[in-house]
């Protein structure tokens, strides 16, 4: 049972919609600069969502607002209207932010007065984003969010494929949000891992990550419910794959042990071979460790000759919505028959076997591979298919 | 689906004989602090020489997943050929929220650039996953999920599936969730806590009492028959009725889920019917634990007496401890009245 990519929606510091998104690194436009949302005393940049518009969502959290945001981009583009009737729908989103009360005004005041206004108690209890979108669109099936760290997005679209493969749904809305927040600004920040200066992945002089904010939302139906809409299949999702490292709580393997076993895990579960992928979206965090790492497994599975880059450079690393937010990057690029260059690299260290794409590129392949690397040594990789 | 260890770690202690013996003992008196009663895990608990090394900078929330996880592989017997073997999914409401807060500690006392790493990255929800793999030297897939409503029963739902698709041949399936001082504060805000310490599991109130509780069960689950073996997951349905015809019904009612109206339509059917959450307390994954009852209940053919047993529509409660025939049991939770969650083990 084939599993179609039938709509697509996004929202990031490069863009409120896929279009902006494709437009700005079509452009090589770098939407980053100082944190407005909240006070802080940090150096480094980040990649904000300026100016969102007042919405019912915006009254529960910021998180949420961006995955409504995508997944109605999303809906709009699969053909569907809001509510849902008729459809047995999952929903499965990863995140890090709003899986957690980090709400540093609430907590302090508990800590000084004892006795505090549960409004940032209640928000939270509703924010679980899986289950909010499930309320909100009436869906049927199961609801559940991922937080799996930084690969939260890319484990929610596998789970997604999961339960359309078992007949628990016909469609799931899947991806990832995530908002940019204080704590893990500040966590991010004592890891050492944050840049003062832009982010470039891959590059030889690369200091760091950025942070970032947004969502990216995929609808996945059953390829047989697809059709009975009468519509013609374009993409689809066809592999997913995960693996540990079991190795370190935030290093990852130095040989990338997990992540070699996450890609080759989907490329067999989309029943390719390396030869057949065109292009692969990588992680590209543009931290010491995880581009070495990345570059040298990417290299080792599908050789020298690999194409591969990094949309962080656009987005900052939006943590669990980073795979959500690259899935849809990696199915527009397949579509539109073309891929991004990295941006930030300019030139390629020792470390780095092979450079990423440093142009904006033409591909006409049919198999594209997104992977994701996190927190806790958790590795994943999807494979997207065009028709 | 075969259920093939199974480890526990709750407040009367760890490991699936403790659990026997608590339902074998029934209620007992929740921990009082500051007048309000919670049902906690012991710092004693969490101490294992031989895991010392490996989890030293692990925070409670992780700690208990970790010994609940090492036991049910452990319980099942399950030699493995390759790390690959086995995947892990860890469920929960809230996460290490401690740690969470802790960390923000920092940030209030010593600046946005005095933080521990350390904290920073125990706090993030699937640190204890990543432990569990650590210890195991498990390779395989490794999730962590959250939710409010029916964490433990999507997590099975996943387990399925991967077992099904043969990502793996067993999976680590549990729940784990901590107390804390904001937690706290905010139930007894926010809920009606039982003022004698006794959650009631059959009075279908739509304003029900709870007493909180925290800890973590984990599963061994199997797409093959076992040595050890607790019993067969045949249906993981999360909305709607169930095909099968269970011996027994246990109920999630807990006082943590609001109104449990719901309940009683469903419990009324003359079949026998139990609740254990009086004796681990209320929690989102409560479910986890009446799992592991009927697992316990199936394997051992033994009918657990409900440990409290305040009866106002004369239920069919099961009010003795006794040896009986139980071939299948329906274990239901019930989040909102549109959505019946039912999990049926056969024997």
């Not at chain 1, 009737?85 to 005004?105: F, M």
């Not at chain 1, 930084?150 to 949000?177: E, F, H, K, P, Y």
Request: net charge negative.
């Amino acid at each position: 049972m084939k599993v179609v990519i039938s709509g697509i929606g996004t929202i990031s510091a490069a863009g409120f919609n896929l279009e902006e998104s494709l437009c700005s690194m079509k452009n090589g436009k770098r939407n980053a600069g100082p944190v407005s949302l909240f006070p802080n005393v940090l150096p480094y940049p980040v990649f904000e969502v300026k100016d969102l518009a007042e919405t019912v969502e915006t009254k529960s959290i910021r998180t949420f607002f961006l995955a409504v945001t995508a997944a109605k981009e999303a809906f709009k583009d699969a053909g569907f209207s809001l509510p849902l009737s008729g459809v047995k729908a999952g929903i499965c989103l990863g995140t890090t932010v709003a899986s957690q009360l980090n709400d540093i005004e609430f907590y302090s005041a508990f800590k000084k007065y004892g006795n505090v206004d549960l409004k940032p108690v209640d928000r939270y209890l509703r924010g679980n984003i899986s289950e909010a979108l499930a309320y909100l669109i009436k869906a049927t099936g199961p609801s559940v969010t991922v937080v799996n760290a930084c690969s939260s997005g890319t484990d929610a679209i596998g789970i997604a494929l999961s339960w359309l493969r078992s007949g628990n749904c016909d469609i799931v809305i899947a991806g990832g949000a995530d908002e940019l927040n204080r704590v893990p600004l500040c966590g991010f920040g004592s890891l050492g891992i944050l840049s003062n200066s832009l982010c470039a992945p891959f590059d030889r002089d690369r200091t760091g990550l950025n942070l970032g904010e947004g969502a990216g939302i995929l609808i996945l139906e059953r390829e047989d419910f697809y059709i009975k809409r009468g519509k013609t299949p374009l993409l689809y999702l066809s592999g997913y794959g995960s693996a540990a490292d079991s190795y370190h709580l935030t290093a990852p393997h130095p040989e990338g042990k997990g992540l070699e076993s996450a890609i080759k895990k989907a490329l067999s579960d989309s029943g390719i071979s390396k030869m057949d992928v065109c292009f692969v979206n990588a992680h590209g965090t543009g931290t010491i460790d995880n581009d070495k790492v990345e570059s040298t497994v990417l290299s080792r599975v599908f050789g020298e000759n690999v194409r591969y880059f990094s949309t962080k450079g656009y987005t900052g690393h939006t943590l669990g919505g980073a795979g959500g937010i690259e899935a849809v990057f990696s199915a527009a690029a397949l579509k539109h028959g073309w891929i991004p260059a990295s941006a930030g690299f300019l030139s390629k260290g020792d470390e780095i076997p092979v450079s990423p794409v440093a142009v904006n590129t033409t591909i006409s392949g049919s198999f594209a591979v997104s992977t994701s690397l996190a927190f806790g040594g958790n590795n994943a990789a999807i494979v997207i298919e065009k028709v | 689906m075969f259920i093939s260890g199974i480890g526990i770690i709750f407040t009367r202690g760890r490991g699936i004989d403790s659990f026997e013996n608590a339902l074998m003992q029934g209620w007992t008196d929740p921990s009082w602090t500051d007048s309000f009663p919670a049902y906690r895990v012991a710092k004693e608990v969490l101490s294992d020489a031989a895991l010392s090394k490996k989890i030293r900078r692990a925070d409670k929330f992780s700690k208990m997943a970790v010994f609940s996880a090492l036991d049910a592989f452990k319980d099942s017997g399950i030699t493995l050929n390759s790390n690959e073997t086995i995947g892990i999914i860890l469920a929960t409401a809230f996460g290490p929220h401690t740690t969470t807060f802790s960390f923000i500690d920092d940030i209030l006392d010593y600046g946005d650039a005095g933080v521990s790493p350390t904290k920073f990255s125990n706090s993030v929800h699937n640190a204890a996953a990543s432990y569990i793999s650590t210890v195991l030297g498990s390779c395989g897939p490794t999730v962590t999920l959250t939710d409010f409503s029916y964490p433990f029963q999507n997590a099975l739902l996943l387990a399925e599936s991967w077992l099904k698709e043969e990502r793996c041949k067993h999976v680590l399936c549990g729940c784990v969730d901590e107390l804390s001082v904001v937690m706290e504060y905010a139930c007894k805000m926010k809920m009606k806590t039982a003022e004698d310490g006794k959650i009631r599991p059959f009075l279908f109130s739509d304003c029900p009492v709870s007493v909180l509780g925290e800890g973590a069960a984990f599963f061994m689950l199997s797409e093959e028959k076992c040595k050890n073996n607790y019993g067969e997951v045949s249906e993981i349905k999360l909305f709607g009725e169930s095909k099968n015809n269970p011996d027994i019904i246990i109920i999630d009612a807990d006082g943590m889920t609001g109104d449990e109206s719901d309940y009683e339509k469903i419990s009324n059917t003359g079949l026998p019917l139990a609740g254990y959450s009086p004796v681990f307390g209320s929690m989102k994954i409560g479910s986890a634990f009446n799992f592991a009852a009927a697992s316990l209940m199936l394997k051992k053919q033994h009918v657990y007496r409900c440990p409290v047993l305040d009866n106002h529509s004369q239920m069919n409660l099961c009010s003795s401890t006794s040896e009986t025939n139980i071939t299948g049991i329906n274990c239901v939770r019930i989040c909102r009245s549109d959505q019946i969650s039912i999990i049926n083990i056969k024997k």
